[in-house]
C-alpha cells in the first residue's frame, strides 16, 4: 500500500511531496502509527542541508512528533489502537521517520499522551526531555525521582548553558525536579525566558568564558559540580567553570558530540540521541537508556513538573503545508546564506555598472588600502589563535572575516578586474567551511585557519603593493591548501578507524578543500600557460 509524505533525494535538494512511499508493517514489539502533529527542530534543517545522519535514499526525515495508533504488532502490550504517543524517532530511518502519513514506533521508546497534554503540546516534548535527561540523568549520574516524588531541596547548584532553548527549558525543569538550584546561561534580552523556565539565576553568555565563569562562582558560591551545554557552543565557558569549582564529582555534559579536552578530574558524557533506535553498541545502551526513563519522565509530564513549552502551530494541514513550514523554519536558520545571497545581488551591480561605465575610478585605490589592512588584521588574527583566553574570540573572528572578504571581491570588480573562478568559489563558499569546522565543530580547527591565515598575511601585502612577495604565494597558497586537504583527510580516517563520530564536518571539509585544490591548479596551471607563451614570443 502506497502513502503520501515529504522527501528529499540528496543532501541539499529541496524537500518534494511523494504519494508513492510504501507503508511498514510493525514487528513484535512496534505499532504503526499516524502522523498528527510534527514539531520542527535544527536536526531537521542540518538532515536536509548536509545529507547526514540518513540511512536510506530518497529519505524520509523528521524527528520530534506526536501520532495515533493504527496497528500493533503480535507482541505489542503497552499500546493499543487508538492511543496517541509522542517521542523522538529513529533519526534518518525512513520507516520511522515522522514526515509521512504512517511509520513504525518501538512499544519502549515512545511516551503516551495522557492527563491534559494536547497533542500538539506534546509534539514538542520528547527532544527536549530525553536530551536533557541524558545530560543530567545518565551523564552527570543525578538521580531521577520516582513518578509523582520530588527530590528534597539541595544547597548546590546545576550550571545549564543555553537556558533559553527547548533543551535548555527541560534541563532547568529536571534541574529543579531532582533538587538543585539551577543557574542558567542566555542572552541578557532573554533572561525573562530562561527565569520563566525556573532559573533561579542567570549568566551572560554574551561574556568571555573567564568572565561567565566569575559570573557562576559568585552567584553559587562555588557549589556546583554540573555542568550542562544545552546549546553545544559552550565547552570553553563550561571548562572554566569548572575549573573555578572545588566541588566534586565534577561533570560536564553537552549536547556536541565534538569532543573536548576538560580540567582534570572533570568526567565527560556527550548525549547523542541521534542513535536511538539503532543496534550498535552506543545505540544500544541509548536505547536501555531511554526505555528506562521514559515511565519516570512521562509521570512527571502528567504531573506538571515537566511543562511543555507552548507550540505555535503552522496554520495550515497536509504535507505541501509542512514543505512551507521547513522552509519558513530554515530561514530563520541560515544566516550566512542570506549573506552569501545580498553579495550575489551586489556584485552583480557592481559588475553590470563596470560593463556600462568602465572601472570605478577610486576602486583600485581603495582595493590597496583595504589589502594593507586586511594584512595586517590577518597577522593579529593569527596571534590570536595562539593565545588560550582569546582563543574562543578568534574562532567567531575568523568565521565573520570570511563575510568581509566579500568586500575584496567587489573591489576588485569595481576596478575593472576579472573575478577568476577560483576566486570566486572560494570566497563565495568559506563562510560555510568555516561555520562547520570552526564555529560548529571545532576539533582542529587551527590545523585549518592558521595557514589560511598566514597566507592572507603575504597575499594581501602583495595586493597592497610588496611586490617581492608574488613569488611565495603559489607556494603558501598550495601548502595552505594541502595542510587542510590532508589534515581533514587524517582526522576523517582516523574517526573511521577509531569508530568515532561525527563524520559529515571532516567528509564536508574534504570535499570543499578538494574543489578549491583542484581548482586552484587550474589556476597556477592557465598562468604558467600564458607565462609560457609570452617567453615564446620574445624569443622568436
Known sequence: MSQSGVTISKGGAPFTVVKDLSRSSPSAKQALVKSAYVSLNPVD??????????????????????AQVIETGPECTKLKKGDYVYGVCRIGQKAYSPFQETFLVDEDLVFKVEGALTPAQASTIAVGTITSAFGIIVGAKVPLPAPGAKAPERDEWIIVL????????????IGRLCGYKVAASCSASNKSVAMGFGAQATINNRATPEEQAAEVKSITGGKYSIVFDASGLSHEAAAKMLEATTASPKYYTTVESNQHDMPAGVTSYYVLIAKLGQDDELGKQVNEGTKKMIPSLQAHVV???????????????????????LGDFGEGKTKGKVVTAAFVSVWTLVHRHVASHGPVAVARKAVMLNSWFY???????????????????????????????YVDVLGVRAGGGEIELHFAVHHLTTPYLTYVRVLYYSEGWKAVAAPNALHHVLMYAYFGGVGALRSVLPVTGTIQLLLGLGGEAWLLWKKRVD????????????SLFGIYFVLWLRELRQKASIKGKVAKFKSA
Request: net charge negative; proline share 6%.
Open 45 to 66: 534543517t542540518i538532515m536536509q542541508k548536509y545529507g547526514i545522519l540518513i540511512h536510506d535514499w530518497p529519505a524520509v526525515i523528521g524527528s520530534d512528533f506526536c
Open 162 to 173: 543555553g537556558g533559553s532553548g527547548t533543551v535548555g527549558h527541560y534541563a532547568i525543569q
Open 303 to 325: 504531573g506538571g513538573a515537566l511543562t511543555p513549552l507552548e507550540p505555535e502551530v503552522y496554520s495550515g494541514t497536509g504535507f505541501e503545508s509542512l514543505v512551507k513550514a
Open 375 to 405: 594584512s595586517l588584521a590577518s597577522a593579529v588574527l593569527l596571534g590570536l589563535m595562539f593565545v588560550p583566553q582569546y582563543e574562543h574570540a578568534a574562532r567567531r573572528i575568523y568565521h565573520l572575516s570570511k563575510f568581509y572578504e
Open 499 to 510: 569508530g568515532e563520530q561525527p563524520l559529515w564536518p571532516h567528509e564536508f571539509a574534504v
